[in-house]
Structures are given as structure tokens and as C-alpha cells.
Nanobody
Framework: QVQVVESGGGSVQAGGSLRLSCAVSGHTISRNQLGWFRQAPGKEREGVAAVSTGGGTYYTDSVKGRFSISRDNAKNTVYLQMNSLKPEDTAMYYC??????????????????????WGQGTQVSVYS
């Protein structure tokens, strides 16, 4: 059974940094497309960053230049480094995984509907 567990959330002042981790167990992530998503109260879940099986990375416009997604296949873990945090980044952050059956990349990579393994989320709060 595949399990996805996020960690690293917390409360931070605007301009600060956090590093989220997502540990996947139950299968190897080397063939997974992985993504980070967030959902603020009253808003829809949105894609923040994704990384393909080949290492290509994708970001939503609002986090480009501030967030960085990376994967460590040996540790079955994906990370989200978040710098220059803003109050509008406050949300529950979720990690998700999917195995592209034909390889390559599933598009659009930031669409939550493509992913079928989800964690429970970790809260990020940014105060000014």
C-alpha cells in the first residue's frame, strides 16, 4: 500500500523559509511524477510545483523564483524549498504522486486531477 507523508510545515514570518519533505513508502518513486499542491480556506486546491520522472520541474507563476522542488529517489522523498515566503502562501500543503503508465509526463503537470496518491497535508502559515 502506497503511503505519502508530508512534514516540515510551520509558522514563519514573511520573508522567511521553510523546507517541506514528502516521504513515499510502498513503492519506489523513481517512476513517479510528483507534485506539491496547496489549499487555502475557501479556495480550490492549486498546483504549486511538480517534478517529472526525468527531473523536469514546473511551477505555478506565483512561486517561480522563490520555490524549488527536488527529488531524491534513493530516499524515496521529494522536497519543496520555499524561500521569500509571503502571507498569501499560507495554506495546507499536500504532496501527491502518480505513475505515468506510458512514461513521459502527464500534463498539465500542476493539475491535481492527474495524481492518485495523496498525503494528509502539512500546514504552512506566513505572518507579516
Amino acid at each position: 500500500q502506497v503511503q505519502v507523508v508530508e512534514s516540515g510545515g510551520g509558522s514563519v514570518q514573511a520573508g522567511g523559509s521553510l523546507r517541506l519533505s514528502c516521504a513515499v513508502s510502498g513503492h519506489t518513486i523513481s517512476r513517479n511524477q510528483l507534485g506539491w499542491f496547496r489549499q487555502a480556506p475557501g479556495k480550490e486546491r492549486e498546483g504549486v510545483a511538480a517534478v517529472s520522472t526525468g527531473g523536469g520541474t514546473y511551477y505555478t507563476d506565483s512561486v517561480k523564483g522563490r520555490f524549488s522542488i527536488s527529488r531524491d529517489n534513493a530516499k524515496n522523498t521529494v522536497y519543496l524549498q520555499m524561500n521569500s515566503l509571503k502571507p498569501e502562501d499560507t495554506a495546507m500543503y499536500y504532496c501527491a504522486a502518480v505513475v505515468p503508465l506510458r512514461g513521459g509526463i502527464l500534463s498539465p503537470p500542476l493539475s491535481p486531477h492527474l495524481y492518485n496518491y495523496w498525503g494528509q497535508g502539512t500546514q504552512v502559515s506566513v505572518y507579516s
